[in-house]
């Protein structure tokens, strides 16, 4: 017998810390995508264009499992930005069948641009809170991230 007469929800449930970080996350995910949208790029675009810039020769793989996607979305994020002529792969010296990820002189030139970007919007937020208080909140959001690890 099903019962509808539960609530699907705890109490507060809209009041918690992981709902409140998802709509915090949300808003600067869209904010990201409404102004790196003019440069022709997306959030995932700066994402891994960041994450080749600072870690030169990563691979797919390796990518992937930083940030936390499948190796079918990088693969597919890799293909469109090397076909603007952004990210180049390059065969690794030792391993013939694995490839490098590395920034192409336009992949410097798009994550520059995209770096004021962010930038910007970094200022935007830490202005609103003041330096205090984004000093207390970066703080905060790292102790969150090492409690979601002990889990």
Request: aromatic share 2%; no cysteine.
């Given at each position: 017998?099903?019962?509808?007469?539960?609530?699907?929800?705890?109490?507060?449930?809209?009041?918690?810390?992981?709902?409140?970080?998802?709509?915090?996350?949300?808003?600067?995910?869209?904010?990201?995508?409404?102004?790196?949208?003019?440069?022709?790029?997306?959030?995932s675009?700066?994402?891994?264009?960041?994450?080749?810039?600072?870690?030169?020769?990563?691979?797919?793989?390796?990518?992937?499992?930083?940030?936390?996607?499948?190796?079918?979305?990088?693969?597919?994020?890799?293909a469109?930005?090397?076909?603007r002529?952004?990210?180049?792969?390059?065969?690794?010296?030792?391993?013939?069948?694995?490839?490098?990820?590395?920034?192409?002189?336009?992949?410097?030139?798009?994550?520059?641009?995209?770096?004021?970007?962010?930038?910007?919007?970094?200022?935007?937020?830490?202005?609103?809170?003041?330096?205090?208080?984004?000093?207390?909140?970066?703080?905060?959001?790292?102790?969150?991230?090492?409690?979601?690890?002990?889990?």
């Amino acid at each position: 017998m099903i019962r509808n007469d539960e609530d699907p929800v705890g109490v507060g449930a809209l009041d918690r810390v992981t709902w409140a970080l998802r709509r915090a996350e949300l808003a600067v995910q869209t904010l990201k995508e409404q102004r790196l949208r003019p440069l022709g790029l997306a959030a995932s675009h700066y994402t891994l264009l960041i994450s080749v810039h600072s870690e030169p020769g990563l691979t797919g793989a390796e990518l992937a499992r930083r940030l936390n996607v499948t190796p079918q979305a990088v693969a597919s994020l890799v293909a469109r930005l090397e076909s603007r002529g952004q990210v180049e792969r390059r065969e690794h010296p030792r391993h013939r069948h694995v490839q490098e990820l590395h920034l192409t002189d336009a992949g410097r030139t798009a994550l520059r641009a995209a770096d004021r970007v962010i930038a910007d919007i970094e200022l935007q937020i830490t202005g609103a809170l003041g330096q205090k208080e984004s000093a207390q909140l970066r703080g905060m959001l790292d102790q969150v991230a090492d409690a979601a690890r002990e889990a």
